[in-house]
């Protein structure tokens, strides 16, 4: 892919095990930070500083003081801005590297309580049940409303193996829930994928990591390979997707996208960064779906908007997160970072996602979650396997009966697979034409 200008870049929307969204490092000028300082109201925020060291009731610790001070300076700008302290900087790297301690869940605030953003696969928080949109109220009976994102992170934050009890306000349901958690060490595969059936292939990704793009290619050959090199069609599964690394996103999206702009930012002194197509499409056009929904955010919202505005691939579910802020990591002197919000991405007809999200092309009922497999069917399937003498033919039959009964249980995944196989009759290959 072709970058017009270069960037310092870390990630941008991402999923720690618990914790804010990671980034995308757009650097501004230092020039642009030697702006003229508001000498009287640093006089003010002195002086309030040394009547808190004299007057306070309690002596107060120096720099927890002054960490406090520039937490609430972030945390007045938005809610993807805040301090990171040498704990939470390390564990925001470790997090890019798909293996750290915690929940696995992705979470941002909302109206003072901390929200999720979405649970990653098979972890404490997915195997618990909590799903996008959840507000968390109290964490092992202490209400969190109003406490700092960090402060939170912190509390649900252990070592793996010991517990942690949450209450969560769902909308729809009557009263709170009772959740209980045991952490554990999160060890995301970001990739999976396997073969729907002859000449239609799955791939999911749960977030974006550093190697996402390679491990998207490779995944995307191997099924080529099982296809004899005739893969009719594919369904990107980005659902509960939180984001993660710009770079990723912008491979995997170059990886079926011939030509043109992909994805790029604009921060306030006009500094536009613009990630372009390297010119080779892996699938050679062959039609895509991509599966989404509400807790798709960040930088799998930039995937599914550079494939929808390429008309690259049709895009299936409810609409997403809408995550569309960049956030840099700038590194202090001390160990500690600033999480600062510095630019907005578009996708590449000029859209802006943020607090909007993608609309998908082919709007499916979120509630629509699960299709009970046929009694009849089963039986035909069992009927059939008995008439069979090999043990090699009644091997074949329970893994196609296995494939159906995870296909069949997935209300959109199953209609992917039906629009994908309406293409395959009409024999549509041209990537422009979805």
């Not at 508001?38 to 009731?57: G, H, M, S």
């Not at 409303?145 to 769902?170: C, N």
């Not at 793009?213 to 080529?224: D, F, H, I, W």
């Amino acid at each position: 892919m072709q970058f017009r200008k270069s960037v310092t870049a870390l990630c941008l929307g991402v999923a720690l095990g618990v914790s804010g969204t990671m980034t995308q490092g757009v650097w501004a000028d230092r020039s642009q930070a030697q702006a003229e300082l508001p000498l009287e109201q640093l006089r003010a925020f002195t002086e309030v500083y040394t009547r808190i060291k004299r007057d306070y009731v309690d002596e107060v610790d120096d720099k927890e003081l002054l960490d406090a001070a520039v937490r609430g300076m972030l945390s007045s700008l938005d809610p993807h801005s805040s301090f990171m302290d040498e704990q939470g900087y390390q564990n925001m790297r470790s997090g890019t590297r798909g293996e750290f301690g915690g929940l696995g869940i992705e979470v941002g605030t909302e109206d003072g309580y901390v929200k999720v953003i979405a649970p990653i696969d098979d972890t404490p928080a997915y195997r618990a049940g909590l799903k996008a949109g959840d507000l968390i109220l109290t964490l092992d009976g202490k209400s969190i409303k109003g406490m700092e994102l960090s402060e939170a992170i912190k509390l649900m934050r252990g070592e793996p193996g010991t517990s942690i009890d949450m209450t969560i306000r769902r909308q729809g349901a009557d009263a709170p829930i009772a959740v209980t958690l045991k952490r554990d060490v999160i060890q995301v595969q970001s990739v999976r994928a396997r073969m729907l059936e002859p000449g239609v292939g799955y791939v999911r990704i749960s977030q974006f990591q550093r190697r996402t793009g390679e491990q998207v290619r490779s995944a995307v050959e191997k099924l080529k390979a099982e296809a004899n090199g005739n893969l009719e069609g594919l369904v990107l599964d980005m659902r509960n997707n939180p984001g993660g690394v710009l770079r990723a996103a912008v491979e995997v999206s170059d990886a079926f996208i011939t030509e043109g702009r992909i994805v790029y930012t604009q921060g306030r002194m006009n500094n536009e960064v613009v990630f372009d197509a390297s010119g080779k499409d892996m699938i050679d056009g062959a039609p895509i779906v991509v599966l989404v929904n509400e807790g798709s955010a960040s930088a799998s919202e930039i995937v599914a908007g550079a494939l929808q505005d390429h008309k690259r691939a049709v895009v299936m579910g409810s609409t997403t997160f809408g995550k569309g802020s960049v956030q840099s990591i700038l590194p202090l002197n001390d160990g500690t970072a600033l999480k600062l919000t510095t630019a907005r991405y578009y996708t590449p007809s000029g859209r802006s996602i943020h607090s909007k999200g993608i609309m998908p092309d082919m709007p499916v009922n979120k509630d629509l979650q699960v299709v009970q497999a046929d009694s009849d069917g089963d039986q035909a399937r069992l009927q059939e396997a008995e008439l069979r003498s090999t043990r090699d033919a009644q091997a074949n039959e329970k893994k196609s009966a296995d494939r159906d009964d995870w296909i069949g249980s997935d209300y959109v995944l199953y209609e992917a697979l039906n629009f994908l196989r309406g293409m395959q009759t009409f024999g549509a290959r041209d990537g422009n034409s979805i």
